[in-house]
């Protein structure tokens, strides 16, 4: 069910949440668009080839290997097209999209779909992976992070090759993104968005975001950041941070945040809810 703007406060737990003072012009704020419920502890948000959202669906544990996960099907405007679009996954978190394949990073494997019919195409076994999260396509390559293990692995057709690892900085990886030509990453244990070269150079743009989730590129510049807890973050060029939104009092959790265009699609894992935001300045 989707719920239009008058009311997406109250349902999301939202309300209190302070709009960014006027004369900070630089900081955008977040506009609530709408809100759609009835999903089951979503988690991850990918743009579908014909424009619409996948969400995957957890379902239970973070790290149970139950087959009772699920990824969703909505439209822009929050619309349910298919509950169960493709189901018989263990805890699917984070999704990416290339070449027609959907990929779903589902705890140690990564199953793939034809992102077109559903058709499920196969699965990618990671031997030492830990606990698959998020995904991204950057510079031809789909990378999917393992946040067990401070690692970043690379999909080639039906095997997976460790990209990159750091246990001393990059513990609890998390969100990943690509953005030109640097890999930006979240991490949950320090709170920093770092940006990853080609070349495996690293730069710490900012810190101090404990539990980073997901990252998106703000229209003319900075990013935002959510703390699957309940905060949002914008993360301007300089490093300086500023929360738009905390909902952890609330009890409405900000998980794989993904932006599109000028919306923020963020799955609240509680209460099990979809929310778009507008971002402007």
């Given at each position: 069910m989707r719920t239009l703007v008058a009311s997406v406060v109250a349902i999301a737990g939202l309300a209190g949440c302070a709009a960014v003072p006027e004369e900070v012009s630089d900081t955008p704020s977040?506009?609530?668009l709408w809100v759609s419920d009835g999903f089951s502890a979503p988690e991850g948000v990918a743009l579908a080839p014909d424009g619409n959202y996948f969400i995957s669906n957890v379902t239970g544990e973070a790290g149970a290997k139950d087959g009772d996960g699920f990824v969703s099907k909505i439209s822009p405007s929050g619309d349910l097209i298919s509950k169960y679009w493709a189901a018989k996954l263990?805890?699917?978190?984070?999704?990416?999209?290339?070449?027609?394949?959907?990929?779903?990073?589902?705890?140690?494997?990564?199953?793939?779909?034809?992102?077109?019919?559903?058709?499920?195409?196969?699965?990618?076994?990671?031997?030492?992976?830990?606990?698959l999260n998020d995904m991204t396509v950057w510079n031809g390559m789909v990378l999917v992070s393992d946040s067990g293990g401070a690692s970043i692995y690379r999909i080639d057709g039906d095997s997976a090759a460790l990209w990159f690892q750091d246990a001393a900085r990059f513990g609890g990886i998390n969100g990943l993104l690509g953005d030109g030509d640097r890999l930006l990453v979240a991490t949950m244990e320090t709170g920093s968005l770092y940006g990853l070269t080609a070349d495996k150079e690293f730069t710490e743009i900012a810190t101090g975001?404990?539990?980073?989730?997901?990252?998106?590129l703000v229209p003319d510049g900075g990013y935002l950041v959510s703390s699957w807890p309940g905060q949002i973050h914008f993360v301007a060029e300089d490093g300086e941070v500023t929360t738009l939104l905390d909902t952890q009092e609330a009890g409405t959790l900000q998980n794989?945040?993904?932006?599109?265009?000028?919306?923020?699609?963020?799955?609240?894992?509680?209460?099990?809810?979809?929310?778009?935001?507008k971002v402007e300045r």
């Open positions: 977040l506009q609530p263990n805890a699917p978190k984070g999704m990416a999209v290339s070449d027609g394949v959907l990929y779903v990073a589902d705890l140690t494997d990564v199953v793939k779909f034809d992102a077109g019919s559903g058709e499920r195409l196969g699965k990618v076994r990671f031997g030492d992976a830990k606990f975001m404990e539990n980073a989730d997901g990252v998106g794989d945040l993904t932006v599109i265009g000028d919306v923020v699609i963020v799955p609240n894992w509680t209460p099990g809810t979809v929310t778009a935001w």
